[in-house]
């Protein structure tokens, strides 16, 4: 009972935090939206790294390192933490830079203007958004995971079923109630606070969580001698090819929506340094420990009153390993500060995906569609208000039925973004991509993904590969090939797109 008072302590205290900052709200749809571009350095690199942390990295590398051994952290972390600084420092200034200068919120805006094409966004915009909401789900189930593996034995005549745990149903509604209210009062300068807040709760809990338990085992050295050897290498689990193109999963920063809105909020472009330099550390200060206690759960055994027994039973589902391993490994009261932190990262990036998805339709559709001047600031952020609230209840009615594994969803949600960034890339550094190669990579992007996805079984197949490689390297070599090909024989973009995108220097230094 300590630990569920204790996350219901974190999430008081995170509504208030999220009301508090309506103090700050401008009342304009520019403040709502992207915080009138007023974030600082500290701010941006808490909010996007608080923003690139969910379940998948979590949960879901805990659930993996469980169930395939130590190569986890190369094939995704080491990865990640050199591809996403360079997407921000290559592609997430220049799109600043970009959506600064001409007033964008949203990717799509940017996207129509420079492929003169207002339907190019009509067919984006379900499509990011159906690529967002399994990455919502995998949130959701991750918190459900975890709450429940720390909760057993709590409620026993409420829950008889499930052991009196809370079940994923509570938890997943009572984490959308929360994320909801404080995005629906603040906007994106609360998710930004809140993301700032939550990150520091997470990394802080983590490492002391991760020294806990590893003193519990009898420290570093017998706590992964405990380890099922076969965990304690690369082996044939993660197959070199497969270990390669799995650096194709983290570019898909470059086209998360909601990273592009973070982008937004930054004061000025020397804002990004600060994230460029820090992230990759704080990148192996979270995935290390998870995947070091997920490595050890394969083979941690503790003492009894009836002799030795396993700490994670034979059979337990790997995403319920972290929540069972902090509950059997540390005290009940450190036990609830654990939980709160792993809500924190998970709720730090459902914030920023449902404000996104409410920016999108206000500004991609509605506004687009009706004009600028149609609607005042007033209207504008009750009709992110209202979507956001759709988007949560749908979120929320999916995750009731989806039982596939945090992990494996990631990585499918990830391989559609990552394989649309040949579309950013092409956008900002090459004049000649055209409308017609816009299109096409969409298109193709999509249909190849459908395509792998189904043979798949629907991500249901846990070890899913084509011609040895991950499905990525398929999709991302179809999408680059198209944008190339189709872009060399269509009509080049006009003369005015070319000069407003691609600015020449000389002229506006000698204007200047």
């Known amino acids: 009972m300590t630990a569920v008072i204790i996350i219901c302590i974190y999430l008081s205290l995170l509504l208030g935090l999220g009301i508090f900052s309506h103090r700050f709200l401008q009342s304009s749809s520019k403040d709502f939206f992207v915080a009138s571009h007023s974030i600082g ?3 941006l690199l808490m909010s996007v790294f608080g923003t690139t942390m ?11 390192s469980y169930a395939a051994g130590i190569g986890v952290y190369g094939k995704m972390a080491s990865w990640s933490g050199l ?3 360079a997407v921000f420092f290559l592609v997430g200034i220049k799109m600043w830079s970009i959506g ?19 339907g190019l966004g009509f067919i984006l915009f379900p499509i990011l958004v159906a690529l967002v909401i399994p990455y919502l789900l995998v949130s959701l189930l991750g918190a459900g995971s975890v709450v429940k593996g720390v909760t057993v034995g709590v409620f026993p005549d409420l829950f008889p079923a499930i052991n009196g745990s809370v079940p994923h149903w509570v938890t997943a509604f009572v984490i959308c109630a929360v994320v909801l209210t404080y995005v629906f009062v603040g906007g ?10 939550q990150t520091i709760v997470f990394m802080v809990i983590g490492v002391i969580a991760f020294y806990l338990i590893s003193t519990k085992l009898g420290g570093l050295e017998n706590a992964t001698a405990m380890a099922k050897p076969e965990k304690l290498v690369r082996g044939d689990k993660v197959p070199q090819l497969v270990f390669l193109t799995y650096l194709f999963i983290p570019l898909s920063v470059g086209m998360f929506p909601h990273l592009f809105q973070h982008w937004l909020t930054a004061k000025s472009a020397k804002t990004f340094r600060l994230t460029v330099i820090a992230h990759p550390i704080f990148i192996m200060i979270v995935w290390v ?7 050890w759960a394969s083979g941690a055994v503790i003492e009894t009153a009836s002799g030795l027994q396993r700490v994670v039973p034979e059979g337990a589902p790997p995403n319920a390993v972290l929540g069972i391993m902090v509950k059997q490994l540390t005290s009940e009261t450190m036990s609830g500060f654990v939980t709160a932190g792993i809500l924190a990262a998970i709720m730090s990036s459902l914030d920023s995906q449902f404000m996104c998805l409410g920016t999108m339709f206000t500004n991609d559709v509605v506004m687009h569609h009706f004009g600028k001047n149609r609607f005042n600031d007033n209207q504008q952020i009750w009709m992110a208000r209202g979507f956001i609230t759709l988007i949560v209840i749908i979120t929320y009615l999916l995750s009731l039925a989806e039982p596939r594994s945090v992990f494996v969803l990631g990585i499918w949600c990830f391989s559609g973004f990552a394989s649309l960034f040949p579309l950013a890339v ?22 190849v993904w459908f395509v792998l996805f189904q043979d798949s079984n629907y991500g249901l197949e846990r070890e899913y590969h084509v011609f040895g490689m ?3 390297a398929i999709i991302f070599a179809a999408s680059t090939l198209t944008m190339i090909l189709v872009s060399l024989f269509t009509k080049p973009p006009s003369k005015e797109t070319i000069t407003k995108f691609f600015p020449d220097k000389r002229m506006e230094v000698a204007s200047a």
């Not at 994106?188 to 700032?196: G, P, Q, S, V």
Request: charge should be positive; glycine fraction near 4%.
């Open 41 to 43: 350095s500290v701010l």
């Open 54 to 64: 969910t379940a998948f990295a979590m949960v879901g590398s805990t659930a993996e």
């Open 83 to 85: 591809i996403h600084s």
């Open 100 to 118: 600064r200068k001409y007033g964008y919120v949203t990717q799509v805006q940017l996207f129509r203007d420079r492929f003169e094409s207002n």
């Open 188 to 197: 994106l300068r609360a998710a930004a606070w809140a993301n700032t807040f």
């Open 289 to 295: 420990p998870c995947i070091l206690i997920g490595v």
């Open 426 to 447: 092409a956008a900002v550094y090459w004049k000649r991509a055209t409308k017609a190669a816009a299109y096409a990579t969409v298109i193709v992007t999509m249909v």
């Open 470 to 472: 991950m499905p990525v």
